[in-house]
């Protein structure tokens, strides 16, 4: 199984995690923009022997499209805000010179805490954008006592390892509550929401 570390050295090309995380393909007025704004952010890495692999963790951190729904959500402003301080961050350790490591990050004394503490971060900043847009699927569970149609959603997490698991089983009511079934709008909506307030719970735990 691949890690979310393959993504950005682009070492395996066939992994679950890169097939999740792979960005969409943008236009060619974003990626323009992208790409200015990626040669300023360059500035700061102008010591570095490898400024492509540089430049692709910086098109990873900004090429990214949110799905139709995180336009029309409420409450998301926060999460999106933690995660641009969480990628500053990022920016930051990736930017700082080897002899302030230690200095600024505990528990770093040889290269493999580096490589790990450097994971650690692209896993954290992935599960973030998990919450913020969460993959879902929504299905019709029978309640074996009543065989009365419910509505249930799950939802993905990223284990330690980086790997997409599905984890989270929550009920959204009874399945004739929801007209177009398993394509209601509003079923989706409210199964994002739920998901989303369980992974973030999770998060909190590991990360607050």
Do not use: C
Not at 18 to 29: D, G, Q, T
Not at 88 to 108: C, D, Q, V
Not at 135 to 162: A, C, D, P
Request: hydrophobic letters at 40%; glycine letters at 4%.
């Amino acid at each position: 199984m691949g890690k979310v570390v393959d993504l950005i050295t682009g070492e395996q090309k066939s992994t679950i995690i890169k097939a999740f995380f792979l960005v969409p393909s943008l236009n060619e007025e974003i990626t323009a923009a992208n790409e200015m704004f990626i040669d300023d952010m360059m500035k700061v890495f102008q010591n570095s022997s490898n400024s492509d692999k540089i430049r692709n963790i910086l098109r990873w951190l900004e090429n990214l499209q949110y799905s139709e729904y995180v336009e029309i959500e409420n409450g998301l402003t926060d999460l999106l805000l933690e995660k641009l301080n969480l990628e500053t961050r990022y920016i930051k350790f990736l930017s700082m010179p080897i002899k302030e490591i230690m200095n600024n990050y505990e528990n770093i004394f040889q290269l493999v805490d580096l490589i790990i503490r450097n994971e650690e971060f692209l896993i954290q900043i992935a599960r973030l954008r998990m919450i913020i847009d969460p993959e879902i699927q929504l299905s019709r569970n029978i309640h074996k006592k009543t065989n009365i149609l419910y509505m249930k959603v799950k939802g993905f997490w990223l284990n330690e390892n980086g790997i997409k698991e599905r984890k989270y089983f929550k009920s959204l009511g009874k399945f004739d509550t929801y007209p177009e079934g398993v394509s209601d709008k509003n079923a989706i909506l409210e199964g994002r929401k739920k998901i989303r307030e369980a992974m973030y719970s999770d998060y909190l735990k590991i990360y607050k």
